[in-house]
Structure formats: structure tokens, C-alpha cells
């Protein structure tokens, strides 16, 4: 199988609450999946990103330009509230957005630019984005943002340290901490399992 070497654009979003939701109701659970498909899916077509898989309640999404990108999650964050201003079940989501080095093996892509990207969409506020400072630079004369700066931001099992910039700057939704944590550990281990899973692959690969 042939591994190909390439710079993109990598989103990652995620539902907010869903476990909760899911426990509380499994049917309200399936039908906000559904409205969120309906939502997202013409917006990635739109800015011409390929959706590389569903994650559970959320996206891996691959983008040639960072500038589609983030008009991408912008564009998606709006509709998702116009449609929550509607007599609809109401949800919301996180994105996260790197711009970095990737392999395509397949059908799928691996390596730091994805790892990154799922690793600081937890850090979005409900209804926003969080994106690194490779993302900032490559949009920032493009696009009309004014994100809230953090610097010396400390990811998961990576030793570097991150500047990474908020859209909005301030908390959408007053979830509590406790079910904050829960699915962040929930996303985390989701990802371990994902980068062992694809480290496996390239193992056999190589051999």
C-alpha cells in the first residue's frame, strides 16, 4: 500500500455532551447525530475538505487550504446556531484545527498534524474553534478574526509546548466540570486507541 507525505489542514470536531445524551435518551442521541450529518457534511463539500472518517459523535477532516478551513468551522458554528434558534433539539460542537505534516495511508491519514488537531479540540469552547499558531499565521491576513491568544499551552503526550488561538474568546455554555472531564478523557483515550490502531498499520506496512 502506498504512504503519501503531505502538508494539510486537519479538523476534528466533537459533539458536546453527547455521552450525557446518550445516556439520557439514545433516540434523541441518534437524531442529533443525524441533524449534525445534515449540517456538516454540504459545509465540507462546500469548502472542498474530505471527511476522512466519523469519530464516534464527531469528524476527521482533511483540507488542502487553512483558509477553508476555518470559513469552514466558521460557517459550520453559524448554521449549527441558526438551527438551535429553531424549534430543533438543540446541540453543539468543538472544532479543532491543525496545519501540518501528514501520511495518507489508504483511505486514511496519520502523524502529527492529525494528532495535534485531536488534541486541541477538546480546549474549544462549546459553539468554537481552537486552532494552532501554523493555522493563525496562514489565515490571519485572509480572513476577519480576532481570536483570544494562549501561549505555552501543554498537549498530551507531545513534549513541545503550543500557542493556540480561540473563536470565541469566551465560554459559549456553562457545562460543568465534571462532564467536561469525562469527555475529555473520553476523546483521549478514543484518540490513543485511533494512534495505536494506525501504528500498528504502518508496522505491518514497513515489515
Known amino acids: 500500500m502506498p504512504i503519501e507525505r503531505k502538508l494539510a489542514a486537519i479538523m476534528f470536531t466533537d459533539i458536546v455532551g453527547f455521552t450525557k445524551i446518550m445516556r439520557e435518551d439514545e433516540s434523541i442521541g441518534v437524531s442529533v447525530l ?11 463539500e462546500k469548502h472542498k475538505g474530505k471527511i476522512v472518517k466519523q469519530t464516534g459523535d464527531g469528524y476527521l477532516v482533511e483540507f488542502s487550504s487553512s483558509v477553508e478551513s476555518v470559513q469552514c468551522a466558521m460557517e459550520m458554528q453559524n448554521s449549527i446556531k441558526d438551527y438551535n434558534n429553531e424549534d430543533n433539539i438543540d446541540f453543539h460542537i468543538r472544532i479543532g484545527i491543525h496545519l501540518g505534516d501528514i501520511l495518507v495511508i489508504g483511505d486514511d491519514i496519520v502523524g502529527d498534524g492529525v494528532n495535534i488537531a485531536s488534541r486541541i479540540e477538546p480546549m474549544a469552547n462549546p459553539d468554537g474553534i481552537c486552532f494552532t499558531e501554523a ?3 496562514s489565515v490571519k491576513s485572509r480572513l476577519d478574526i480576532s481570536p483570544q491568544r494562549i501561549s505555552e499551552v501543554d498537549l498530551k503526550y507531545n513534549d513541545d509546548k503550543y500557542t493556540i488561538y480561540k473563536i470565541p474568546d469566551e465560554l459559549g455554555d456553562k457545562q460543568s466540570d465534571d462532564s467536561i472531564k469525562e469527555e475529555y478523557q473520553i476523546h483521549i483515550k478514543e484518540i490513543i486507541k485511533y494512534s495505536m490502531d494506525k501504528i ?6 514497513i515489515v
Open 135 to 137: 493555522v493563525y499565521e
Open 34 to 44: 443525524r441533524n449534525q450529518e445534515s449540517i456538516i457534511i454540504p459545509l465540507v
Open 200 to 205: 500498528e498499520l504502518m508496522k505491518s506496512l
